[in-house]
Structure formats: structure tokens, C-alpha cells
């Protein structure tokens, strides 16, 4: 009878380390498939072609390309309003046949980032609306068109759904049971409006929750959507580089699949970063591919006020990061 040589100890390490590979990409598979929503930034409504309208609609175009409310007065950006006609690449019809203005992106980008302003991703989280209790039909559809209307003016996708949030306690349920249901009808993130529906004029108490965010704040339905958007948009500082590339991030500390899950969601929360794909999951470190705005340096400036996820240095190719739950 033959035997088989017993495994070697780091056969049986490598083994083991494929086992939790394994199953770390199977606890975060739906949260590395996030990609956000194509936003049409520099289509813009318009009711005429003249000059000062299209001015305007540059206007529009700005705060949704940098995602702040201030682009449309920012004197660095003056000059961009005042010379939006020759942005213009055509004209066209929208979705309900209204006309518009299609302005050229490529070139009104450059002109962001040489004024020193930073650009806002165009593909967006797509978030889910959810008002609870749940109105009555006539002031639902009232709601859901200033939601969808302020959504527009400031360049974030969503979509105003029944949903449950609470459980069968009527407690509000947690985010990952809520991100969960976002994640099985396309949402990245759920944006919920607490309140009494028969008080028209009392605030709402909003929470967010999303990819390594959970924040709450009160007030009016506009103040839902403007302080998501304030909170995705990027924090850009005059004269980075908004270019795009790939890091080697490596993040010590992990040691239970709940931080695995946690990691992701925090770098994918991180603003400027397009996606975090895992590479390697090594004992107690995962290795990602992180392609963000900015390369090694803009990770670190986007996550130098981030309590988790602390930087520690760089070698061999990786930036070093460590994970304090």
C-alpha cells in the first residue's frame, strides 16, 4: 500500500488561507459589484437658447458636476458660467420631451479642476427613499416629486420605495438587514424619513445608511437629499491631482469576517474611491486593488479622518493601513 506524505506546514497554511479567501469573497460578493448609477451631468433642461439661459443651465450643470449647492456663485467657476456657450456640444430632447442643452463634459471637467474645484464621480450610489410610516398615496406622489426634484438639481439617483425598516417590535432595523434589501433591487444605500405623515411642516429625522455610513440628522425633505449628497461628494483640495489609479492597499488588524465586512464597507465608502476589489486575504490583513482619485496619496488624504482605518506607512508596493474596530 502506498501512503501519501502528510501536508507540509505551509501547504497546510496556503490551504488555509484559500479557505478564508474563500469565504470572504463570499460574505462580501454583493458589496464588490457596486458600481453606482451613470448620472447625465451636463444635460440640462432648458427653455430657450440664449445666452443668459444657457448660463444658467451651466449653473445647473456645475452643481451637479461637483455635487456643492456653492458651484453655481463660486467665483472660480465664474468664468466657466460666463463662457458656457462655447461648452455647448449640442442640443436635445429629454426623456418627457423637454428640450435641452447637452454641454461638452470632457471639456467642462477641465475646466473644474484647472479652477481648482474637484469633480464629482459621475457614476453615483444609487439610494433608496423610504418615509416611515408610509403616506397616503396623493402625498406620496407629492413627496416623491420634490424628492426626485432636488435629487436631480443635485446629481443623485433615487428612487422613492415602500421598504420595511423597522422590525416586528417596531424598532428601526440595523443597516445590514436594510442594506441587504437595498442590494436585492439595485440600491447602494438607503436614505430613511422618520415622522408623523399628518404634520406636514415638522422635520423629518433621516438616517443614512450606506457603505460604511451610518449618520442621522433632522429636517425638511430637502434637507434629506442635501446632506446625503454633502456627504458622498468628494472633499477635493486645490492643485490635487484628480487623476484615477489603482492602489495596493493593505489593511492589518482583520481577524473575524465581520471585520472583512466592515473594511470593505468602509474603503468603498471612502470618498474618491471608484471600487475596492480584493486581492489577497492574508492572516489577520486583507490586500485590496483600490482605484482611486488621486493614487496612494489621495487614499491616505480621503482616509486621514477616518477613526478605522488608520495609516501606517507604505512597503513593497502597498500602502499600509491598519483596521481598529
Known amino acids: 500500500m502506498i501512503r501519501r506524505a502528510a501536508p507540509k506546514k505551509h501547504e497546510l497554511q496556503r490551504r488555509a488561507h484559500a479557505c478564508v479567501l474563500a469565504a470572504v ?3 462580501i460578493a454583493p458589496l464588490a459589484v457596486w458600481a453606482g448609477r451613470p448620472v447625465r451631468v451636463y444635460e440640462v433642461d432648458v427653455a430657450e437658447r440664449s445666452g443668459t439661459a444657457l448660463q444658467e443651465a451651466m449653473r445647473q450643470a456645475l452643481v451637479r458636476a461637483t455635487g456643492r449647492r456653492e458651484a453655481a456663485d463660486d467665483p472660480a467657476l465664474a468664468g466657466i458660467i460666463a463662457d458656457a456657450p462655447k461648452y455647448v456640444s449640442g442640443y436635445g430632447t429629454g426623456p418627457r420631451g423637454e428640450s435641452q442643452v447637452i454641454f461638452d463634459g470632457a ?30 398615496r396623493a402625498q406620496a406622489e407629492g413627496a416623491r416629486a420634490e424628492l426626485e426634484r432636488i435629487a436631480a438639481a443635485r446629481g443623485l439617483p433615487i428612487s422613492l420605495i415602500p421598504m420595511t425598516v423597522n422590525d416586528a417590535n417596531g424598532k428601526p432595523l440595523p443597516a445590514e438587514p436594510l442594506l441587504e ?23 423629518l429625522q433621516w438616517t443614512l445608511y450606506g457603505r460604511g455610513i451610518s449618520e442621522s440628522w433632522s429636517g425638511p425633505l430637502a434637507a434629506g ?17 484628480q487623476a ?60 486621514a479622518g477616518q477613526a478605522h482605518l488608520v495609516h501606517t506607512g507604505s512597503s513593497a508596493g502597498r500602502t499600509l493601513f491598519r483596521y481598529q474596530p
Open 25 to 27: 469573497l463570499a460574505l
Open 107 to 136: 471639456a467642462v471637467q477641465s475646466a473644474i479642476t484647472a479652477a481648482g474645484r474637484s469633480v464629482w464621480d459621475g457614476d453615483r450610489p444609487f439610494t433608496l427613499v423610504v418615509l416611515d410610516p408610509p403616506r397616503p
Open 181 to 203: 434589501s437595498a442590494q436585492r433591487v439595485g440600491g447602494d444605500e438607503v436614505l430613511v424619513g422618520r415622522g408623523d405623515p399628518a404634520a406636514a411642516d415638522a422635520p
Open 225 to 241: 437629499i442635501d446632506r446625503t449628497v454633502d456627504r458622498l461628494v468628494p472633499q477635493g483640495t486645490p492643485g490635487v491631482s
Open 244 to 303: 484615477e489609479s489603482d492602489v495596493r492597499a493593505a489593511i492589518d488588524g482583520v481577524r473575524t469576517l465581520n471585520d472583512y465586512a466592515t473594511v470593505t464597507r468602509l474603503l468603498q465608502a471612502t470618498p474618491g474611491v471608484r471600487r475596492a476589489t480584493l486581492l489577497a486575504a492574508e492572516p489577520q490583513s486583507l490586500v485590496f486593488m483600490v482605484t482611486v482619485r488621486g493614487g496612494a496619496s489621495g487614499l491616505e488624504q480621503a482616509l
